[in-house]
């Protein structure tokens, strides 16, 4: 079915070191908790950045681990982390049989949210459950996977188009200026190489269908080609300045990056006998 056999949402970040944070970054579809993002500013950008889910459990976390009035959830919510409310061992933390009313009702008297934070805080929760496409169509829309408020279907999800369009501009206007600094240079020296790979790692999850074909590994061209002359290696690979003097033309001339939601299929496993 074009499906992978297991999709990771560990717990990372409830407590421990941030080292773990960094291990669901590289591996997980999304995480519980993350709490501990607060300690980690360059981990809690890159999980903003990629959108990678966060569900959290304050209740959970205020018999445990931390207080609910230092509980980080208001602070990355306002800053667009992909976050959501959810239950944690609901038998032990919980005092009626609707846990999850419990997090909602008590976030949103002590947290103050609005109708409209609520509401946007269950459409979260909806992208990152393990529901099958007819399901989130149902809950969200026919269109949910489309960038933006293209993607938003307001009857359905009750959330305003100038909210998931202010979202959206923010995170691509944050790529915008992550691609501008790195190739604001004509010629950039080699050093810059390895941000601008780093910058392309990061970029994995996340389709990008303004720059050119579509493929940020254009911006990365293959540093192992035979044809390749020692004097454009010494100058830098001609061919990355070229990719690097296209992109910054086409952020001068006003360019934006359009940005898609993460690919709902993931790639097919050899079969044994390939192996």
Known sequence: KDMSTIVLRPHAGEAGDVDHLGCAFLLSHGINHGINLRK??????VFYLTQIGIAMSPLSNNSL????????????????????????DPLQFHYTKEPLMEEYSIATQVWH???????????????????????KSYWLGSQYLAPGAQGNDIKKTNVPNTRIAFRYETLTEEFHMIYKHLVHSSSPPDTDYITLKLANILLRPTIISSLGNGDPDQLIPSTSS?????????????????????????????????????????????SPSAL
């Open 40 to 45: 980690a500013p360059v981990l809690q950008y």
């Open 65 to 88: 681990f931390l207080y609910y009035a230092r509980n980080p959830f208001p602070d990355f919510f306002a800053r667009g982390l992909n976050v959501s409310l959810s239950t944690d």
């Open 113 to 135: 949210l609005t109708a409209c934070d609520l509401c946007e805080i269950s459409r979260n929760s909806i992208y990152q459950s393990g529901f099958e496409h007819s399901v």
């Open 226 to 270: 035979s044809t390749s002359s020692s004097s454009e290696q010494n100058s830098g690979m001609g061919a990355r300045n070229n990719s690097w003097n296209d992109f910054n033309s086409f952020l001068n001339s006003g360019g934006n990056l359009i940005l898609s939601p993460l690919p709902i299929s993931s790639p097919t496993l050899p």
